[in-house]
């Protein structure tokens, strides 16, 4: 069996588990030796593929992609409306804040904009939305992404380089306690960046489906943040707080 066909193997044998130790899994691969899995091992580390754990464990690193907003709208909706219910408690009136593109990000737009704040940003989903609004909204300009109705790039980045905001809310594609929070698109992990940077308290608007799930591009670490979920988790909230339905 060629080095190929051997990782492939691993790799589908770990999808299986949470986590396995090396001896269990030579169990399950009797044709290889321990020299052999272990250089295969090594190769899929390297390659992002799976992550050692303490104690000799291995675990699969889950990837995730960028879903079109129609796909996202259609998951874990109960979740994500607990959660921009939540989130919406932490906005005081007259207050300054950025709201990200995503799914609950759009959920948590319709839940302040009756509240006396400014609202700036890069949800186009904004203009699905009629009637009089009692928030000050501002759109800011930038490159538009139709798959995930988001504005991002240079434009975007020269707009938000001169505002500061009273807090952030930011969607991600994946939090992990040793990759930090994630999304499959440059443009916009350089967004989230500033807009941490910028903003006095950021908050992630992350539903548990998201926990411990990696996409392409690495935005920041987990530090100077709050995370907004619809539950806990033990190793993410040793980094940081987690704010759970009321």
């Known amino acids: 069996m060629i080095p190929?066909?051997?990782?492939?193997?691993?790799?589908?044998?770990?999808?299986?588990?949470?986590?396995?130790?090396?001896?269990?899994?030579?169990?399950?691969?009797?044709?290889?030796?321990?020299?052999?899995?272990?250089?295969d091992l090594k190769t899929l580390e390297t390659n992002g593929k799976i992550e050692y754990l303490v104690g000799g464990a291995i675990k699969a690193v889950m990837t995730t992609s960028e879903l079109s907003m129609s796909q996202k709208t259609m998951l874990h909706d109960e979740q994500k409306q607990l959660i921009a219910v939540r989130a919406a408690k932490e906005v005081c009136d007259n207050e300054s804040i950025y709201i990200d593109s995503g799914s609950t990000s759009s959920l948590l737009l319709n839940q302040l904009l009756d509240r006396d704040i400014t609202i700036y940003t890069t949800n186009t989903t904004i203009f699905n939305i009629s009637g009089e609004i009692k928030a000050t909204v501002i759109l800011l300009g930038g490159h538009y992404n139709p798959k995930i109705s988001s504005l991002s790039g240079t434009l975007t980045e020269n707009n938000l380089s001169d505002l500061y905001f009273d807090r952030a809310f930011l969607g991600v594609n994946g939090v992990d306690d040793e990759k930090g929070v994630t999304t499959p698109n440059i443009s916009e992990a350089t967004k989230k960046r500033l807009i941490r940077?910028?903003?006095?308290?950021?908050?992630?608007?992350?539903?548990?489906?998201?926990?411990?799930?990696?996409?392409?591009?690495?935005?920041?670490?987990?530090?100077?943040?709050?995370?907004?979920?619809?539950k806990g988790d033990a190793v993410i909230s040793k980094l940081v707080p987690i704010l759970l339905p009321e």
């Open 197 to 230: 940077t910028n903003a006095k308290q950021t908050y992630l608007l992350c539903d548990s489906s998201k926990f411990h799930r990696i996409s392409s591009v690495r935005a920041f670490d987990l530090e100077n943040v709050i995370l907004v979920s619809d």
């Open 4 to 39: 190929y066909e051997r990782q492939k193997k691993i790799v589908r044998l770990l999808a299986d588990k949470d986590l396995v130790k090396i001896d269990e899994l030579q169990t399950q691969l009797p044709n290889i030796s321990i020299s052999t899995l272990r250089r």
